[in-house]
């Protein structure tokens, strides 16, 4: 399969698992999961025709690592970024001192007043290097990369989870607790 059927079967499944189950006739179980069986039926039904082979295909070969399949193979979910409610069943723990936050300049004056806020997200996403930052930040022009000061936060109560894919989770990062170099 070629990297355009692959990067167009990837935002397929991120549509559908992240934000719009229901436009498939689907309802993800707690953890986010979904049959791939009955992912496979729906998206058929709706004209749109996708092997095993395929899903299986974007699944081991997306760098971002945005699935996961279950241990015996038969459910996929999508790692984070949901819209739609779900609860992701992830285990608070501790990060690193310092996280990261990769965003487009347009955003800075906001973010530095209101801090990082999740908005249509069930989380905010913080890299735990600074390379990874860069990528997320340059999608959209020149990036702009936020420090985040974990430690503190976690002093100070705010909870931190970790995602299947290394990306990590929490609720929103208040602008003091963000440094711009």
């Known amino acids: 399969m070629d990297e355009s059927k692959r990067t167009q ?3 397929y499944l991120s549509y559908h698992l992240r934000h719009r ?3 498939l006739g689907i309802e993800l179980e707690p953890g986010g999961w979904v049959r791939i069986d009955t992912l496979l039926a729906a998206a058929a ?3 749109k025709k996708l092997r095993r082979e395929q ?3 974007v699944v081991a070969s997306c760098a971002k690592r945005r699935f ?3 241990a015996a193979g038969g459910r996929i979910r999508a790692n984070q970024g949901h819209s739609v409610s779900v609860d992701l069943q992830l285990t608070r723990a501790t990060p690193p001192v310092m996280l990261y936050h990769g965003t487009h300049h347009r955003a800075v004056k906001s973010i530095q007043t209101d801090g990082l806020l999740k908005m249509n997200r069930h989380h905010v ?3 735990a290097d600074l390379e990874t930052a860069q990528a997320v930040g340059s999608r959209r022009g020149k990036a702009v990369i936020f420090g985040v000061d974990t430690a503190t936060m976690v002093e100070k109560g ?3 989870f970790v995602s299947d894919n290394g ?3 929490t609720d929103a990062v208040p602008p003091e607790f963000l440094l711009l170099d």
């Open 21 to 23: 189950p229901d436009a």
């Open 125 to 127: 996403h913080l890299s």
């Open 45 to 47: 039904e709706r004209g």
């Open 68 to 70: 996961t399949l279950d």
């Open 167 to 169: 990306v990590w989770l």
């Open 9 to 11: 079967i990837s935002k």
């Open 158 to 160: 705010y909870a931190f």
């Open 55 to 57: 899903l299986d295909a």
